[in-house]
């Protein structure tokens, strides 16, 4: 079994910057790929961002490309969302999620997710 921690969120005015942290314990994680979800009030989960295991692959949803980058170090167990330009539409609860797909943007390919923290880029 795979626990993951995400931390970091908070309160940024649009335009802004945000890093979240995703902690893992567990003997797999160096195994494992992760992705980045987020959930507005009233909207369903969405896909943001995955990276592989070995961090070689990584993929963005559209409305964040250019603007969120994902990076992992193994030997630390963590795994970063950096967030840039941020606006009121990234306004979530943002969860990391691990499972065996190397790099997945839909929510069943993972198995093991955190409790989310919250970003709200907003005045």
């Known amino acids: 079994q795979l626990q993951l921690v995400e931390s970091g969120g908070g309160l940024v005015q649009p335009g802004g910057s945000l890093r979240l942290s995703c902690a893992a314990s567990?003997?797999?994680?160096?195994?494992?790929?992760v992705g980045w979800f987020r959930q507005a009030p009233g909207k369903e989960r969405e896909a943001v961002a995955c990276?592989?295991?070995?961090?070689?692959?990584?993929n963005y949803v559209d409305a964040v490309k250019g603007r969120f980058t994902t990076s992992r170090d193994n030997a630390k167990n963590m795994v970063y969302l950096q967030m840039h330009s941020l606006k009121p539409e990234d306004t979530a609860v943002y969860y990391c999620?691990?499972?065996?797909?190397?790099?997945?943007?839909?929510?069943?390919?993972?198995?093991?997710w955190g409790q989310g923290t919250q970003v709200t880029g907003s005045t």
């Open positions: 567990g003997f797999t994680f160096g195994g494992s790929g």
């Open positions: 990276i592989s295991s070995n961090g070689d692959l990584r």
């Open positions: 999620a691990a499972g065996h797909i190397p790099c997945g943007l839909v929510e069943i390919d993972y198995g093991s």
